[in-house]
Structure formats: structure tokens, C-alpha cells
């Protein structure tokens, strides 16, 4: 795999272009969420989705370390899956968080991508459900729409 400044913007056509199967997935993870968690959580849209891919993609350095474990997961394969595993969940895991950004979101995307990943399934190579789960764990974590997210949080600590 050779990432360049152009594969790296094609990475981010690419994604922009799984936007209904990834927002579907969000909103799926999203209402289940809610209803483990007695909230509301907001539905995300296509075009907010896209925009998200657009804003981590606008950061050059998020942008090349998204579009090489995008990569790995797209070809990763492993002959009776079940070894592969640990490799592929681990390119996941990261997958979300670096989507999501900086702590906590970026735990919140790691267990959330877990959680994702009990609910796709996707013909094809064993990487291919963890990029979805990994999409789509990242981009709800990093999208508005939960309450907690909403407001100020009350732990700030101001001048003294």
C-alpha cells in the first residue's frame, strides 16, 4: 500500500460514497444505544455524515493515518477468519478512535466500535465488517446528537 496526497483524497471520495450504508449503520447503533442507555440519541443524516468525513479528512494528519487503516481493513483477510481476529479488530478499534479525535470520544468510539460490530455482517474479506463498524462507530461518536455532548460540561473548572 503507497498512500499519496491523491490517494488520500480518494480515500475520502470513497467514503463520501458509502453514506447510506453508513449512516444506516449509525443510526441502527445510535437507537440501540438509546434504548440500552433510556436516552435519546438524534439520527444522523447523509449529508452530515459526509461533511464529517470532509472535516477529518481536512487534517492532514488524521487524513493519511484514516485512509491507511481504511486500506488495511478494505484487503485484510484471513484464510478461516476466526485467526485474524485479533488483527482485525485491533485496525477497528483504531480506526474509530482516530476518527472520533482525542479523548473520550476516543474511547467512546473504541467501545462503541465493538458494540457496532455485532450488528454488520459483510460479504467479502474479514476486515470488511470492521471497516463498517469502524465508520460508523467513529463518525457517531464525532457527530452532535447526544444529550451529554450538547452542553457544557459541569467539570470545568474556571479561574480562581
Same mark, same amino acid.
Given at each position: =500500500?503507497?498512500?499519496?496526497? *491523491?490517494?488520500?483524497?480518494?480515500?475520502? *471520495? #470513497?467514503?463520501?460514497?458509502?453514506?447510506?450504508?453508513?449512516? %444506516?449503520?449509525?443510526?441502527?447503533?445510535?437507537? %440501540?444505544?438509546?434504548?440500552?442507555?433510556?436516552?435519546?440519541?438524534?439520527?444522523?443524516?447523509? %449529508?452530515?455524515?459526509?461533511? $464529517?468525513?470532509?472535516?477529518?479528512?481536512?487534517?492532514?494528519?488524521?487524513?493519511?493515518?484514516?485512509?491507511?487503516?481504511?486500506?488495511?481493513?478494505? $484487503?485484510?483477510?484471513? *484464510?478461516?477468519?476466526?485467526?485474524?481476529?485479533?488483527?482485525? *479488530?485491533?485496525?477497528?478499534? $483504531?480506526?474509530?478512535?482516530?476518527?472520533?479525535?482525542?479523548?473520550? &470520544?476516543?474511547?467512546?468510539?473504541?467501545? #462503541?466500535? &465493538?458494540?457496532?460490530?455485532? =450488528?454488520? &455482517?459483510?460479504?467479502?474479506?474479514?476486515?470488511?465488517?470492521?471497516?463498517?463498524?469502524?465508520?460508523? %462507530?467513529?463518525?457517531? #461518536?464525532?457527530?452532535?446528537? /447526544?444529550? /451529554? #455532548?450538547?452542553? $457544557?460540561?459541569?467539570?470545568?473548572?474556571?479561574?480562581?
Amino acid at each position: =500500500m503507497e498512500l499519496t496526497a *491523491e490517494s488520500v483524497a480518494a480515500e475520502r *471520495e #470513497t467514503l463520501k460514497s458509502r453514506d447510506s450504508t453508513i449512516v %444506516a449503520l449509525i443510526n441502527d447503533v445510535r437507537d %440501540a444505544l438509546g434504548e440500552l442507555f433510556d436516552t435519546d440519541v438524534a439520527s444522523v443524516t447523509e %449529508a452530515q455524515y459526509r461533511a $464529517e468525513v470532509d472535516a477529518v479528512f481536512a487534517d492532514g494528519d488524521v487524513a493519511v493515518n484514516v485512509a491507511g487503516y481504511v486500506g488495511l481493513l478494505r $484487503e485484510l483477510d484471513v *484464510e478461516g477468519d476466526y485467526p485474524g481476529f485479533v488483527v482485525d *479488530e485491533i485496525l477497528g478499534r $483504531e480506526l474509530a478512535s482516530t476518527i472520533a479525535g482525542g479523548q473520550p &470520544h476516543a474511547l467512546l468510539a473504541q467501545a #462503541t466500535f &465493538h458494540f457496532a460490530d455485532t =450488528m454488520t &455482517h459483510s460479504e467479502g474479506v474479514a476486515g470488511a465488517d470492521d471497516l463498517d463498524a469502524a465508520l460508523a %462507530a467513529g463518525f457517531q #461518536t464525532r457527530l452532535p446528537g /447526544w444529550e /451529554w #455532548t450538547e452542553a $457544557e460540561s459541569p467539570f470545568g473548572v474556571g479561574e480562581p
